[in-house]
């Protein structure tokens, strides 16, 4: 039954990566090897999903109360940033602004969790771990709320372990301390552009 379930498990961060366009990173986390055969289908699969993206952006064959109800790529995303080191917050919350998107950061996870339910944030970037709660408690309470948004976690603690429970329980991706803002920067693009959003370079 264990080993069965490890097979579950691999496969599911083996899907999370490659629907976040790095199969071959997710395979390699699970100890498997990206056979030919595999990536071609990936790749057919990426061509189809970049045709339906393209759809959708343009409004082709979507109803009208669909296309009222969608975000434009050129609407604001709204990210919220958790970390209870306060350089965190200040070093990247210009970063992101310049960049265009609409960010809260918060030091409190307790504070966060309130807000969360006042507001729906597009993109919540959350340390995994902080004092009082960690990143895949806030993580578990997005996803039971809004499986919609996307739950990027910092961890300087980036092993094998933490990325197969984060990607597991439906975290959009991880990046490891220390980073540069911009390489958060690019992360928080892919959950963009995962949204159907254009990237804000």
Same mark, same amino acid.
């Given at each position: 039954?264990?080993?069965?379930?490890?097979?579950?498990?691999?496969?599911?961060?083996?899907?999370?990566?490659?629907?976040?366009?790095?199969?071959?990173? /997710?395979?390699?986390?699970?100890?498997?090897?990206?056979?030919?055969?595999?990536?071609?289908?990936?790749?057919?699969?990426?061509?189809?999903?970049?045709?339906?993206?393209?759809?959708?952006?343009?409004?082709? /064959?979507?109803?009208?109360?669909? =296309?009222?109800?969608?975000?434009?790529? /050129?609407?604001?995303?709204? *990210?919220?940033?958790?970390?209870?080191?306060? #350089? *965190?917050?200040?070093?990247?919350?210009?970063?992101?602004?310049?960049?265009?998107?609409?960010?809260? +950061?918060?030091?409190?996870?307790?504070?966060?969790?309130?807000?969360?339910?006042?507001?729906?944030?597009? #993109?919540?970037?959350?340390?995994?771990?902080?004092?009082?709660?960690?990143?895949?408690?806030?993580?578990?309470?997005?996803?039971?709320? +809004?499986?919609?948004?996307?739950? #990027?976690?910092?961890?300087?603690?980036?092993?094998?372990?933490?990325?197969? =429970?984060?990607?597991?329980?439906?975290?959009?991706?991880?990046?490891?301390?220390?980073?540069?803002?911009?390489?958060?920067?690019?992360?928080?693009?892919?959950?963009?552009?995962?949204? /159907?959003?254009?990237? #804000?370079?």
């Amino acid at each position: 039954m264990g080993d069965l379930k490890k097979k579950i498990e691999d496969w599911m961060v083996r899907v999370s990566f490659a629907e976040a366009d790095a199969a071959r990173e /997710g395979f390699q986390l699970t100890g498997e090897e990206l056979d030919h055969k595999t990536s071609l289908a990936l790749d057919r699969l990426r061509v189809v999903r970049s045709e339906r993206a393209s759809r959708k952006q343009t409004g082709e /064959g979507m109803s009208i109360g669909e =296309e009222e109800s969608r975000n434009g790529p /050129g609407d604001e995303l709204s *990210v919220m940033v958790l970390d209870d080191e306060p #350089i *965190v917050g200040k070093r990247l919350k210009p970063v992101l602004e310049k960049s265009g998107f609409v960010v809260e +950061c918060y030091e409190d996870p307790a504070k966060a969790l309130g807000r969360l339910e006042e507001k729906e944030f597009d #993109i919540i970037v959350t340390d995994l771990r902080m004092e009082g709660m960690d990143g895949i408690e806030i993580l578990e309470h997005v996803m039971k709320h +809004c499986d919609r948004t996307r739950v #990027i976690l910092i961890t300087g603690y980036a092993t094998v372990e933490v990325a197969r =429970e984060a990607l597991v329980k439906g975290a959009f991706d991880f990046i490891s301390k220390p980073f540069k803002p911009q390489d958060l920067r690019a992360v928080v693009n892919k959950a963009a552009l995962s949204l /159907g959003h254009k990237a #804000i370079l």
